[in-house]
């Protein structure tokens, strides 16, 4: 039986993820710039990405992360009371993604929105609805982290086509006894570091037209130095708050699972924090920066190979394009 309002909380009960088929490695990548499997290996972490077809947009990935983690919710689309999905690559301006997901999977009574906080889609996504359900307004949420930024990326810029990969994951969130489940979210931003990463035109500010396109005003730009340094403060910043949050230390975590953008900022991170490797997530080589995909896809790895037992301490952290930040923390059982 679901407690009182005040006594309320949401926990994850099914998880799933979807990535394209198409693997492009770094050798395939040296053959279309001058790049090398060395110099993204050592900066970046990447080995390979999942690179979507021509023909599958946000949605079509975002629905298979779905069915899956419906799945193994043992939850039907009928209940659901909300989707949300964070992406900034949704398959139209509008209407949101989440509403074309929700007409596919034929969750009639539920309201469907998008979060745009880039990289922090995902988090930003499970802490609103867990908002909507610790306060009595839902009982079931699927939230998924989706991104196909290949669409998005200049793949004449070595700076940026290298980093990015596309794919989706899944989380049901379902209503619980306050103290399960989610202990404590945090979501930050910064505007005035907006110009760090963006995509400039196609908005209302400069709209699409053939101007735009000749000169790449679509394509993701990014100060990729500026990026890195506040990354690992915000990253920092986030685990702190949210520990607080908790009243909770970061002995009591178990398992990170970080925003997968690059090797070098999660070792910084995981150092300042003076945690051991073998409490972070990475699989960043496999995939490279999925953007709102990252987290909920190494979730669902870690659920599925077992590497996350139940009782376990989750803290998920996370930064993007806004800038953005923002941290989970969550027992898994
Ligand atoms: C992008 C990033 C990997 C670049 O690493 P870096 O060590 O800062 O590299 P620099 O930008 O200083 O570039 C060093 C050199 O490599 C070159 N270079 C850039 N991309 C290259 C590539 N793919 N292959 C080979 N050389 C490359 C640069 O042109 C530069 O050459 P120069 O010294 O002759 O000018 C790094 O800044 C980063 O990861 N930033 C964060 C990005 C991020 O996380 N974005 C997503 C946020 S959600």
């Keep these: 039986m679901i407690s009182p309002t005040s006594l309320r909380g949401s926990k994850i009960t099914g998880t799933g993820r979807y990535c394209p088929p198409r693997v492009l490695t770094n050798e395939d990548l040296e053959k279309m710039v001058d790049t090398s499997d060395e110099w993204i290996l050592t900066r970046t972490g990447i080995r390979e990405r999942r690179i979507a077809d021509r023909g599958q947009a946000c949605s079509d990935l975002a629905l298979e992360a779905s069915m899956a983690a419906l799945h193994s919710a043992g939850v039907g689309a009928s209940e659901l009371d909300a989707i949300i999905v964070g992406t900034v690559t949704g398959d139209m301006v509008f209407p949101a993604t989440a509403c074309l997901i929700q ?3 034929g969750a009639k009574k539920a309201a469907g929105f998008d979060v745009s906080a880039a990289c922090c889609g995902f988090v930003y996504g499970v802490s609103n609805g867990h908002a909507l359900i610790a306060s009595g307004q839902m009982d079931k949420v699927l ?5 196909i930024l290949s669409k998005i990326v200049d793949w004449k810029d070595r700076a940026t086509c290298v980093l990015f ?8 969130l379902e ?3 306050a103290g399960e489940g989610i202990l404590g979210t945090y979501m930050k931003s910064d505007g005035s570091l907006a ?6 035109s196609g908005g209302s ?5 053939p101007e735009t396109c000749a000169r790449g005003g679509h394509y993701l730009k990014m100060k990729g130095d500026g990026v890195f340094k506040y990354a690992v403060r915000a990253m920092e910043d986030a685990v702190k708050q949210v520990l607080d949050r908790a009243n909770l230390t970061i002995d009591d975590v178990d398992l990170i699972i970080p925003h997968q953008a690059n090797i070098r900022i999660l070792d910084a991170v995981h150092k300042r924090l003076g945690v051991s490797a073998d409490r972070v997530v990475v699989n960043i080589d496999r995939y490279g920066n999925t953007s709102s995909g990252t987290i909920p ?3 669902d790895e870690v659920v599925r190979n077992g590497r ?3 009782g376990d301490v989750v803290l998920m952290v996370t930064f993007g394009g806004g800038l953005t930040w923002g941290s989970l923390l969550f027992r898994y059982n």
Excluded: F, H, T, Y
């Excluded at 990969?165 to 049901?172: K, M, T």
């Excluded at 110009?195 to 400039?200: A, E, F, R, S």
């Design 308 to 310: 996350l037992k139940k």
């Design 165 to 172: 990969g596309d794919g989706a994951g899944a989380v049901v």
């Design 143 to 147: 939230i998924v982290g989706v991104d």
């Design 175 to 177: 209503a619980c006894s």
């Design 205 to 209: 500010r400069d709209p699409a037209s």
């Design 297 to 299: 896809i190494a979730l």
């Design 103 to 105: 007409e596919r999977l």
């Design 195 to 200: 110009d760090l990463l963006q995509v400039p």
